[in-house]
């Protein structure tokens, strides 16, 4: 599942937000400050963020700041400013797009999808849909979504991405240097088994027998291929 972070606060146009957001599937958490905002993007895996440029406490200029400082989160401003240079400024610190206010929520809601494409496209493949062993794991990967036998499965966006590389390209065995670079791109500045965490992760939420795995296969010496069955 997807996880939205929408800030703003006003109540009504948080509240329509909300509702536009639930309606196709996301998650959607909610904050009316940007001191709130940053607690709640510390407790929550979020996958994109809605920012009120005007907000109490916290700027959304000093928050959408705060977030770039330790994350790629996606970041769509919300900006009653209409001269250009408040969405100048909201690019330049870190924002990947932004809406005018009044905005209809229906483009709102297609800036957002846009955007989660946008910004989780190297690990979303050209088909939506996989499905393996009979239907016993489903990946979605337009919606994040991972059911095992029929239930959702939690995954962080980061398992996601190091799963979707895998899945994408079954059969091809992956270093674990190969698979940081996939996943994350070049900016990546964890170590290398790090990536071994990822795979335990996705195997405990996965595979039957995470010892004994079907689906997330190690090629000792290498690294990691997915050898599931279509
Ligand atoms: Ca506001």
Known sequence: MINILVVE????IRDVIKAYLSKEGYKVFTAQDGERALEVFEDQDIHLVILDLMLPKLSGEEVCTYLRA?????????????????????LAIGADDYVTKPFSPRVLVSRVKALLRRSYRDSNPLAE?????????VVD?????????????DMTASEFKVLMVL????????????????????DYDGFDRTIDT??????RKIEENPKRPKYILTIYGIGYKYGGSK
């Open 129 to 137: 849909k996989f499905i393996f062993n009979n239907g016993d794991l």
């Open 167 to 186: 899945l994408s390209n079954p059969g091809q065995v992956f270093s674990r240097e190969q698979l940081i670079q996939s996943a994350f791109g070049h």
């Open 198 to 203: 990822y795979i335990k992760n996705i195997r």
């Open 70 to 90: 330790k994350s790629d989160v996606p970041i769509i401003m919300l900006t009653a400013k209409v001269d250009e240079d408040a969405k100048i400024e909201g």
């Open 9 to 12: 606060d006003e109540k009504n």
């Open 141 to 153: 990967a337009d919606k994040m979504l991972v059911m095992k036998n029929g239930q959702n499965v």
